[in-house]
């Protein structure tokens, strides 16, 4: 079936409010298009957990900064929409960046405490558009679930909180990240890599891979597992930062690691920037 595509932000509120007033549930799952399999894996988990699915595409300008890659992040608008139709998503929402934020525009949200580590310490203000679009979609769409990709794992706990802190009530998910056959996590951005960055960027799902052995293995120093876990990456990986977190609260633990833990690193290769992570308790 053709999907029903949608510009106007008060349409995709108007269709999603006759859902529910017929009874359907709404599962949102938002992306900035380009999609791969792992953003179709997300839809199809939410057509399990609602009747009508609608995606949204948007490549928000608000999150990204100044020297990033907003005008060249990858835009195949009619390729998505013949992926999305084959996985049966109901609706599919585009709106414009001067319907999202008209001249005038003033509103942000900001979480106090995360907006500043890890990514955020490398991408100021990332999180605050983040968050900013995320909220106004939620507010369109009214979902009862959304569904995130946990490889942006700060990304997916600060939507997540902020779900909790401003009481939007919806059910947010995290899926854990579809890699490719080698371990690479998929991304929109993997796009641009060359030939041979292609064939290096596997390492660091098997730097990750290293460090959850030697921690199950019974190292729980946390600084032990983070120069492991950086020199398991040498040049031409330039690391922003490959740490590890409480999985709760991403704060840092004490050296020793006693609660749930992840591992978190953004590094880049040539000209792009790769994000992955690991749980260190998950089998
Ligand atoms: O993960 C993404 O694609 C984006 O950050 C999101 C959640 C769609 C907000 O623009």
Not at 76 to 104: H, T, W
Not at 256 to 262: G, N, S
Request: proline share 7%.
């Amino acid at each position: 079936m053709p999907i029903k595509t949608i510009i106007a932000p008060e349409e995709v509120r108007q269709t999603c409010l006759e859902w529910r007033i017929n009874r359907s549930n709404v599962a949102f799952v938002p992306t900035m298009g380009a999609l791969h399999d792992g953003h179709l894996q997300l839809v199809k988990e939410a057509k399990e957990l609602a009747q009508k699915v609608v995606v949204s595409i948007f490549v928000n300008p608000l999150q990204f900064g100044p020297q990033e890659d907003f005008a060249t992040y990858p835009r195949m608008l009619q390729i998505d929409r013949e992926k999305l139709e084959s996985v049966g998503a109901d609706a599919l929402f585009v709106p414009n960046a001067a319907d999202m934020y008209p001249d005038g525009y003033q509103t942000y949200i900001y979480n106090n405490a995360l907006a500043d580590i890890l990514c955020g310490r490398f991408r100021p203000g990332h999180f605050q558009g983040v968050l900013t679009i995320v909220a106004k979609l939620f507010h369109l769409v009214q979902p009862d679930v959304a569904l995130f990709g946990k490889k942006d794992y700060q990304q997916f706990k600060m939507i997540s909180k902020m779900n909790a802190d401003l009481m939007f009530g919806i059910n947010v998910r995290g899926i854990p990240t579809f890699r490719e056959s080698d371990g690479l996590a998929m991304s929109s951005r993997n796009l641009r890599l060359s030939p041979e960055e292609r064939q290096m960027a596997p390492s660091i799902y098997h730097a990750m891979q290293a460090v959850k052995a030697a921690y199950r293995a019974g190292e729980t120093s946390r600084t032990r597992l983070e120069k492991l876990f950086a020199a398991e990456l040498p040049p031409p990986f330039r690391l922003e930062y490959a740490e590890v977190r409480n999985q709760d609260d991403l704060l840092a633990p004490d050296d020793r690691i006693e609660k749930p833990a992840v591992i978190l690193i953004a590094a880049h290769l040539g000209s792009v920037r790769l994000i992955d992570n690991l749980e260190l308790s998950e089998p």
